[in-house]
């Protein structure tokens, strides 16, 4: 099974769409709402798992593959959006990313990756969004760029993905 964090958002829900499309299940977190979406819900047995997750508490987090044998992680949930501090925004959003790289190696997940969307602009005045836009140190989704299972760096040709005009 595929756990996908953050998995029953935008983002999360459609990944998971064509993660079941490849012929995988799916474990989707969720911090609020475990409601699925349509075109999730006709999945037939066991298929789609909902767990209620909140990333940033290591012992929930590991006890999600007590319940299921996990294979690979697509991290993609985020920090809760009301949180006034960004730096308790940035806290928050680190300490769920180290608990997902702390659960792949417990587990012994050998696929693990993540992403982030419109986060990462946060702080950026200046529309429409670009690529090459600099971002605030604040972003809370940089760090995600850097790091990989086992404490080991990404290489340096890893970097945010061009949008096609």
């Known amino acids: 099974m595929i756990l996908i964090t953050g998995g029953l958002g935008s983002i999360g829900s459609h990944t998971a769409r064509a993660v079941l499309d490849l012929g995988e299940s799916v474990v989707l977190t969720a911090h609020r709402s475990t409601a699925l979406p349509e075109y999730l819900a006709g999945e037939p047995g066991g298929r789609v798992v ?3 997750l909140d990333t940033t508490d290591e012992a929930a987090f590991l006890d999600v593959g007590k319940r ?14 009301d949180l006034p501090d960004p730096v308790e925004y940035f806290r928050a959003e680190t300490r769920g990313l180290l608990n997902a790289l702390k ?9 693990f990756s993540v992403a982030s969307s419109v986060g990462v602009y946060a702080g950026v005045a200046a529309v429409p969004w670009r690529e090459e836009a600099p971002l605030p140190a604040a972003a809370g989704q940089l760090p995600r760029h850097h790091l990989a299972p086992g404490g080991h760096r990404l290489p340096s040709g890893v970097r945010r993905r061009k949008r096609r005009a």
């Open 68 to 81: 299921h044998e996990i294979t690979g992680i697509v991290h993609l949930a985020a920090a809760r959006y």
């Open 103 to 111: 659960a792949a190696t417990v587990w012994g997940v050998r696929r």
């Open 50 to 52: 909902v767990e209620p």
